[in-house]
């Protein structure tokens, strides 16, 4: 039927005309896309978006999908109408919707989530009213501290806690009404953050089923990992398609900690030693050296006898002062041994809060001769990665000579968030630090803000002086966590995981044995 014929048909309704001629071009876009389901060619589809295409791997993989797409329904009556007694579509018992995602803004005393009313108990009890007239109660940390803004002259009330919320992000910012409308100007600032904070706080306890949480497996070989930020990274790792801002931060929230280091480890790395690339050529060697074991060549190795190859040690990360990043799910560490498909990975993590949230493994395991220092060993986890954690201070364990010899072909230091510099937890790293730097392997750094991560910087470049290489410049990590946190002790000051990244090492490390350099 011709274009003309379809009009005179329709008569009137051109409406209905324009449907009829238009239909054919549709079926032909269609069956272009099935093809390109078949034979995806990611950079000849600019248009489309990540999450479309990411939705199109992954319909090779139909329990996620239909996860997924339970997960969309987002009304609990039409779950409920449709599997009864809380089921899913496979039988698996959820936990009954406590929010809708349309009702995620409480005041946090008045939420229908208990932990939160707590924690806005908690707040009313430790946190204080930032309000200039107040005299100050401690010192201030930045020139962005709210205590900065109390002087001797102007602040003369005594300090009050918090109690009066604020009704556009119902989180408790200062004493009474008053100072609230009086300091607006300086709350409006992060009234906005402070209201997603409070709202991603109420979804995480909402109950809903959360598909962001459900992670891929191995790398195809076929496929590279594109850490250019987290889009290109979730997309080329085969994610299930994350469509919402949410549920992106609550994503990123858990694995901005394997992401950090894997961005600044692999061969394939967004930071470089070409302009604005952040790595130094010292950084550069270091990291060169890693890369050899992190991306061994092929073997040929079989299950066989004839396949049998001499495989390297495992390389160690060793992530001191471990706290939030010690108790993530397993899932979430072996996406970073997936970045590294045939590299065997041993995570060490050490300091005394490393077995905090991990109730359900106390008692820890007696210290005996055959395990001095009580470590609790993971080797189960996957053949290619094993997990040990010690409730102790690195300084114990690097004087008994535990993890003697350190190799910078094995071996890498990772901090997250340290406090270097912060006036509170200093003083504990100083000792630490110079055994750092004498082992000669790099030492990755985090903060959970710019201001957080230079003073760390400037801690370090004074007291470290000449024994120093800086190896990648401190600056905004492209793997940080979307999501915000507040501080329940100062309403002001709010912060995000793994802001920033930078990393370091001590000097005199020669890399090539080039005799000149030995003199
Ligand atoms: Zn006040
Ligand atoms: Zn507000």
């Known amino acids: 039927m011709c274009l003309r014929c379809v009009r005179q048909l329709a008569g009137s309704s051109r409406q209905a005309a324009k ?119 401690r010192q201030a940390q930045s020139p962005r501290d709210s205590e900065a803004r109390k002087k001797p002259e102007i602040s003369k009330a005594p300090p009050a806690y918090v109690d009066f919320e604020c009704p556009d992000c119902g989180v408790p910012v200062y004493c009474c009404e008053d100072h609230w409308a009086d300091d607006y100007e300086a709350h409006i600032e992060i009234c906005d953050t402070l209201k997603q904070i409070n709202e991603d706080d109420h979804d995480l306890r909402s109950g809903r089923w959360f598909h962001e949480f459900e992670y891929p497996g191995p790398q195809i070989d076929e496929i590279l990992v594109n850490m250019t930020n987290w889009d290109t990274f979730l997309y080329t790792r085969q994610f299930e398609a994350i469509n919402e801002d949410r549920s992106m931060r609550q994503a990123t929230r858990l694995l901005t900690y394997p992401a950090t280091i894997g961005s600044v480890l692999h061969e394939l790395s967004p930071y470089s030693v070409k302009r604005d690339g952040r790595l130094t050529f010292e ?19 079989g299950m066989d006898i004839a396949g049998l190859r001499l495989q390297s040690p495992p390389v160690r990360i060793f992530c001191l002062g471990a706290r939030a990043e010690s108790s ?22 050490i300091g005394p809060e490393s077995m ?56 890498c230091f990772m901090l997250f968030h340290p406090g270097l510099g912060h006036p509170a937890s200093a003083h504990e790293w100083e000792e630490t630090l110079p055994q750092l730097l004498s082992t000669k392997v790099p030492i990755i750094c985090t903060g959970y803000t710019d201001w957080d991560m230079q003073r760390d910087w400037k ?5 470290c002086a000449g024994e120093v290489d800086l190896l990648m410049e401190p600056g905004e ?36 044995p080039a005799e000149k350099e030995y003199y």
């Open 356 to 411: 905090a949230n991990r109730d359900a493994e106390y008692p820890l395991p007696e210290r005996t001769p055959e395990n001095p220092f009580g470590a609790i060993v993971e080797d189960r986890i996957s053949d290619k990665m094993k997990i040990t954690t010690y409730v102790d201070y690195f300084h114990t364990l690097h004087e008994a000579n535990l993890f003697y010899p350190y190799d910078p072909y094995f071996d």
């Open 19 to 137: 449907r009829i001629a238009q239909s054919p071009v549709k079926n032909f876009s269609t069956a272009a896309k099935r093809q390109h389901k078949v034979f995806p060619e990611p950079q000849q589809q600019p248009k489309q978006s990540y999450a479309q295409q990411a939705r199109q791997w992954s319909s090779k993989q139909p329990a996620q999908k239909a996860a997924a797409q339970a997960a969309q329904y987002q009304h609990d009556d039409y779950e409920t109408s449709r599997y009864p007694a809380n089921l899913s579509p496979y039988g698996e018992y959820r936990a009954p919707l406590l929010l809708r995602p349309d009702n995620l803004f409480h005041s946090f005393s008045e939420s229908p989530i208990p932990e939160i009313r707590r924690r806005a108990q908690f707040m009313r009890q430790n946190a204080y009213c930032p309000h200039k007239s107040h005299k100050p109660t």
């Open 477 to 512: 990590n492209r793997f940080r966590s979307l999501r915000w946190d507040l501080n329940d002790m100062d309403p002001m000051d709010i912060s995000c995981g793994n802001w920033g990244v930078w990393a370091f090492r001590g000097k005199r490390y020669v890399l090539l």
């Open 328 to 349: 993530l799910p397993r899932d979430v560490w072996m996406q970073l041994s997936y970045l590294f498909g045939r590299a065997n990975i041993h995570l060490i993590f």
């Open 459 to 463: 801690w370090v470049m004074e007291k």
């Open 283 to 301: 950084g550069l060697k270091s990291l060169s050296a890693l890369r050899y074991t992190l991306h061994p060549p092929r073997t040929g190795q």
